[in-house]
Structure formats: C-alpha cells, structure tokens
C-alpha cells in the first residue's frame, strides 16, 4: 500500500497552494499547507484501504500523522484554514476509533469510555468543519481541494463512517450497562427499591438520554429542526432493553402507595403509557425480559396501577372504541382515503414548526409541495390521503443513489402498468428483487394543525404497496379551500435497503441517513428552508 507522501509531487502542491492564495488570501504557510494536505490525503486513504491495511502498518500511519497534525500550531493558519484541518483531525480520530475497535482484546468500560472520547472529538471536529456553513463544495474550484480530492464524495463517506462506528459503540455501550439495568430493576421488582437516579447515572456514562416521560407524567415529544445535514449529535441511544426496563422501575414506583403525585396528575396518559409498555414487551425478544416480565408480571402491575389510578368510564369507553398505537391498515371499502395515525415507524423523521405561514389555504400549500417535488422528477409520482385535520402526501416508491447521483429515469420510477390501467406495484418490487444491492425510498408529508406521531411499528414493503394504492391522485377538493391557522409539517422518510439478490428490502433503521440527507439527495432541501 503506498500513501501520497511517497509520490506526491510537492511542487504541485506550491502550485497549487500559489493559486489558491491568488483566489482567496487564506494560506499562510507552505510548510503547514503541505502538511495539512499529506495529512488529509494519507489518512482518507487509510479510511478507503482500511480492511486491507496490516494492524502494524496502521498503527505506524496513525500515530505519524497524529504527530504531524500536532506540528500544525499557527492559530492564524487553522482560523484560515479550518474546513480542512478539522476535517482531517476528524478523519484522524475516526480512523483512531476503528483502528482502536478492531484490535481490541476484550471490551471493558474503561476501554469504551476512551472509545467514545475519541470518538466524540472527531464529531466535535467534523461539525467544526461546517461544510454546510461554508458551502465548502458548492464555491468555485479550489485547485487545492480538487488536488486531494477534498469534495461531497469524502465528506459523505467520512459522516457514514463516523455514523456507522456511533452505531457499533452504542451497541457496545448498551451492552456495558445492561447488566446495571437488570440490578437495579429486579430491585423494584422484587424489593421495591427505585433507584431512577441510579439508571441516569448509568445511562449518562454514555450520553444516553433516558426517557422519564412516566415519572414526568408528560410526553416526552418535543418538535425539532435540523439545520444542519451534517451536524452529527455526541448521544447516543438506549436500545429498547434499556428502555423497557427503565420504564418497569418508573411505572412501579408510580404504583407504590408511598408514591405520591400531584392533584393534577394525568390518570389517562399514564394507563396510555402502560399500554404502550405492554406492547413493547410483546415484541422484545431478548430472554430476560421474556422471562422476568411475563404475562402473570404485567397483570400484576395493570392491577397495582388500576388501583392507584381507577381509569374514569369515559376513558375506558374511549379506549375500547379503538384508541390504539398500532399502524392501522386502510379500509379499500372506506369512503375516504387517511394515512395512518400514528405514522409507521419511519427511517428518519423531521418536524418544522409554522410551515409556510403566508400560503393561506391548504391547496395553496399542496401546490407548494407538489411544484417542488414535480421540479425533482416526481411528475404523476404524487399520492395523497386525509390526515388529522389536513393532509398526506406521499411519492411512489423510487430508487436512488446514497451518494447523490442520478438513477436513470426509466429505472427510477416502474413504467410497468397491469391489467387495469393502474400502476402495478408488484414490478416495481420485482425490479427491486433482481437487483444486487439497491435503495428504495417514500417520502412521506403530513401538513396539519399539530406535529405527526409515530408508531413504533416499522414500515414494510407490503404496507407502502397498499398505502400507495389506497391513495388519491390529487389533493381532495374538500381540502384545497380549508385554512388552519397553524401548519405543522411533518416528514417521514422511508428507506428500504436490499442486500443482495433475492432478499426482501428491509426499512434501514440504521440511522444513518438524516430527512436532510435524502432531501438534499432529492434535490428538494428548499421545502423546508
């Protein structure tokens, strides 16, 4: 393996380094500049070649450049130059992480801690990089980046990267800290001892935040905006174990007669939460679980919380009218047309607040929405439904490149049409099955008075077939005059990945694709700027 320091041509790089200078004042050393360059090009390659480089020569290529990168001293240069430098010290740190991951002996806290420290720097130096903010790769040619191959194609493998080791880590770390979620919840289970603190502590060793939704008795949901693609967070996530087992403690404590709540204390939401509980220990399959809270254990614990907390009739009624979180399949007999609420459990999700508050009616919003999607190629790939109190809108199921670049349009959308005239949902499934690897995606949109909710049940290939032929191909007349005086909207993404020829296309849960990144994709990010 040769690295660009063995046959890089420096004088090149002076030249290089003399136009950039004539473009924008922003070098001030040759020697740093090159420095910073061998750096950048080294460690990108070892981020490409990293399977196939031996542990000792990786070992050699880390700590040489961490040595170089530390040489880098002149605060005048980094200011000037900080795109590239703290892009390259997050290539560095990543590569550290995974060298550092992939030689472990055996995994221990003080080793996944140092892990995540890392880590958590390299993060820090990626969103320093603030590629959005500077438009790094939308300016004219910068003969140095064009030189080393800085641009979209090593920004994205590099936020993949960093991505994917977050999500090994947050797997490593869920791991560590079960075993301290088990103590302390057979503790309320069989002692009635709360230690909720004590599930904080552990989970923030991490920075995992824990939901304490129960023991707030309010929802946790808090409507958010992403500016930025490419700012990836330092949080990490608490698997459903964690999750599950966090909430146990919370709703027994709040069961305990020692308990005590406040006057107005929200009886309805808590036996909401409790369903959603139950539902969730129905689907875990880890063993513990399985075994630790068993039907016998739920009823008990319904039976402790109705006591405490007697459910009013009207409640009741309401709930047994059919109030559930599950995704509920639309009715073809039905006389309208509704997306589903709760929203299937989607790849990535995005709520922005006072969505277009000059487009005064509904249809004005649709023709917003559907011009911009037309523009993007989505021309008769356009699907609506009612929802809440306004409307869905969806696009046909399409094919697309993760790294940006153009599906042709006779493979991007099926042209197959069955018997009846109508789209025939089944090749474009077909055509998906004979492919090697490929990516799928729905783009979902949900304009209302209020943010959309998600179920935890996920999306699946059949589901978006049937939601995709349950649909109208315009916005109902009933809704293209209606006004609400706030509009929410909310995007759900759903993106299915195939692995290999003739397995079924899984919706990616990886997150590793934010809505921003499929927007920007799409070419359709000015929807929500």
Same mark, same amino acid.
């Given at each position: ?25 922003? $070098? ?17 390659? /070892? ?13 050699? #290529? ?39 991951? !992939? ?14 420290? #890392? ?7 990626? %969103? ?30 590099? =936020?993949?990267? #960093? ?10 770390? %869920?791991?560590?800290? +079960? ?11 069989? =002692? %009635?001892?709360?230690?909720?603190? @004590? ?6 060793? +991490? ?32 698997? !459903?174990?964690?999750? $599950? ?15 005590? /709540? ?17 539902? !969730? ?15 016998? /254990? ?32 639309? !009715? ?25 508050? &000059? ?14 999607? *037309?523009?993007?190629? +989505? ?55 004979? =492919?090697?690897?490929?990516? *799928? ?32 191909? &315009? ?9 609400? @005086? %706030? ?43």
């Amino acid at each position: 393996m040769k690295f660009f320091r063995l046959v890089f041509p420096i004088i090149l790089l002076v030249a290089a380094l003399d136009s950039t200078r004539a473009q924008d004042n922003s $070098i001030s050393s040759k020697n740093d500049t090159i420095t910073l360059a061998q750096a950048y090009m080294n460690l990108y390659l /070892v981020e490409i070649y990293f399977d196939s480089i031996p542990d000792e020569r990786l070992k050699k #290529i880390i700590a040489y450049e961490n040595d170089q990168l530390k040489s880098i001293n002149d605060s005048t240069f980094i200011r000037s130059n900080s795109t590239l430098y703290n892009f390259t010290n997050a290539l560095f740190h990543q590569n550290q992480t995974k060298f550092l991951l !992939s030689t472990k002996d055996e995994v221990s806290r003080g080793l996944l801690r140092r892990l995540k420290s #890392i880590l958590d720097r390299g993060i820090r130096y990626y %969103n320093d990089a603030k590629i959005e903010d500077f438009k790094t790769f939308d300016k004219k040619e910068n003969s140095l980046y064009e030189l080393i191959k800085f641009d979209l194609q090593s920004n994205l493998l590099l =936020k993949s990267e #960093i991505r994917s080791l977050k999500n090994e880590l947050n797997t490593l770390f %869920n791991e560590d800290i +079960y075993p301290d979620f088990q103590r302390i919840f057979l503790a309320a289970k069989n =002692k %009635n001892q709360y230690h909720i603190d @004590s599930l904080e502590f552990y989970a923030g060793i +991490y920075d995992m935040p824990l939901s304490m939704e129960i023991t707030n008795n309010k929802p946790d949901f808090q409507p958010f905006s992403f500016g930025d693609p490419n700012f990836i967070s330092t949080e990490y996530l608490a698997d !459903s174990r964690l999750d $599950i087992l966090s909430r146990y403690v919370q709703l027994k404590y709040l069961a305990s007669r020692r308990t005590r /709540v406040s006057r107005n204390f929200n009886k309805q939401l808590l036996h909401e939460q409790f369903k959603d509980f139950k539902s !969730s220990v129905r689907t875990e399959k880890d063993r513990f679980i399985k075994e630790e809270l068993n039907p016998k /254990v739920l009823e008990s614990l319904s039976r402790e919380i109705s006591s405490k907390f007697p459910i009013d009739k009207q409640f009741g009624q309401q709930n047994s009218a059919g109030t559930s979180a599950m995704v509920q399949m639309p !009715s073809k007999s039905s006389q309208y047309y509704f997306f589903p609420n709760p929203a299937p459990k989607a790849s990535a999700y995005f709520i922005k607040l006072a969505f277009k508050p &000059t487009l005064s009616t509904l249809g004005q919003v649709d023709s917003f929405l559907s011009k911009s999607l *037309v523009d993007a190629g +989505y021309k008769n790939q356009l699907h609506y439904y009612y929802d809440m109190d306004g409307f869905a809108l969806t696009t046909s199921l399409e094919k697309f490149n993760i790294d940006g670049s153009p599906v042709p349009s006779e493979e991007r959308f099926t042209q197959n049409l069955g018997g009846d005239g109508k789209f025939s949902y089944f090749e474009i499934f077909k055509s998906m099955f004979f =492919k090697v690897e490929s990516e *799928v995606r729905m783009f979902a949109f949900i304009v209302a008075s209020n943010p959309a909710t998600m179920s935890n049940v996920a999306m699946t290939p059949g589901f978006a077939q049937q939601l995709l032929k349950n649909s109208y191909d &315009t916005l109902p007349d009933p809704l293209k005059e209606k006004s609400l @005086s %706030n509009k929410v909207l909310s995007l759900f993404v759903y993106h299915f990945h195939q692995n290999d020829i003739g397995e079924v296309p899984e919706l990616d849960l990886s997150g590793n694709l934010t809505v921003q990144d499929h927007l920007k994709n799409a070419g359709l990010l000015k929807i929500i700027q």
